[in-house]
T-cell receptor, first 115, second 110 residues
Framework: DAGVIQSPRHEVTEMGQEVTLRCKPI?????LFWYRQTMMRGLELLIY????????DSGMPEDRFSAKMPNASFSTLKIQPSEPRDSAVYFC?????????????FGPGTRLTVL | SQQGEEDPQALSIQEGENATMNCSYK?????LQWYRQNSGRGLVHLIL?????REKHSGRLRVTLDTSKKSSSLLITASRAADTASYFC??????????FGSGTQLTVLP
């Protein structure tokens, strides 16, 4: 298995532009997580899907952020419009079973820079 | 407030020495997990210990859990330069998710 796949690996954009991050979880996993990591705030959970359904999106910073999981093998995190404070590394992770009950497998991350 | 706070924030040791990192948390948990993150990479799961377990081993790793003190420790024995990384504990409480601590930066000097 190739593990969790994220694209793009790096994204540089200008303030106000729309950014879309993509994730392919490990086949067979039914939980998917989007995290954001910064030096100041550490690793934060943004949203968690179970069986393609959003279970907890309380970590989504504001309405500029949205996430979808149209099927078991694909998820997107969209920021519109982007702002410099959104600069961070965004990780997608997947796991079997209920969120947090088993180990999570992380993707390599997308490093986002908003100028 | 955030669960899973690691201590120390940074640790520097010589190759061959043992490294011990601690994690404290505030509320009851279902399990506690340790992850490693190499610079510029994603997190990698190391070990999971459930609330009814007290100790677990995996290769050179030993994890203990004391639910009465709400604390856990990760011991890496006979450390290697390749163990240089950030180590995070994460707890699963009543919420169906993991909450990560701020991590311990371990540097193993050759």
């Amino acid at each position: 298995d190739a593990g969790v796949i994220q694209s793009p690996r790096h994204e540089v954009t200008e303030m106000g532009q729309e950014v879309t991050l993509r994730c392919k979880p490990i086949s067979g996993h039914n939980s998917l997580f989007w995290y954001r990591q910064t030096m100041m705030r550490g690793l934060e959970l943004l949203i968690y899907f179970n069986n393609n359904v959003p279970i907890d999106d309380s970590g989504m910073p504001e309405d500029r952020f949205s996430a979808k999981m149209p099927n078991a093998s694909f998820s997107t995190l969209k920021i519109q419009p982007s702002e410099p404070r959104d600069s961070a590394v965004y990780f997608c992770a997947s796991s079997l079973g209920d969120g947090g009950y088993n180990e999570q497998f992380f993707g390599p991350g997308t490093r986002l820079t908003v100028l | 407030s955030q669960q899973g706070e690691e201590d120390p924030q940074a640790l520097s040791i010589q190759e061959g020495e043992n490294a011990t990192m601690n994690c404290s948390y505030k509320t009851s948990i279902n399990n506690l997990q340790w992850y490693r993150q190499n610079s510029g990479r994603g997190l990698v799961h190391l070990i999971l210990i459930r609330s009814n377990e007290r100790e677990k081993h995996s290769g050179r790793l030993r994890v203990t859990l004391d639910t009465s003190k709400k604390s856990s420790s990760l011991l890496i024995t006979a450390s290697r330069a390749a163990d240089t990384a950030s180590y995070f504990c994460a707890t699963r409480g009543s919420a169906r998710q993991l909450t990560f601590g701020s991590g311990t930066q371990l540097t193993v000097l050759p």
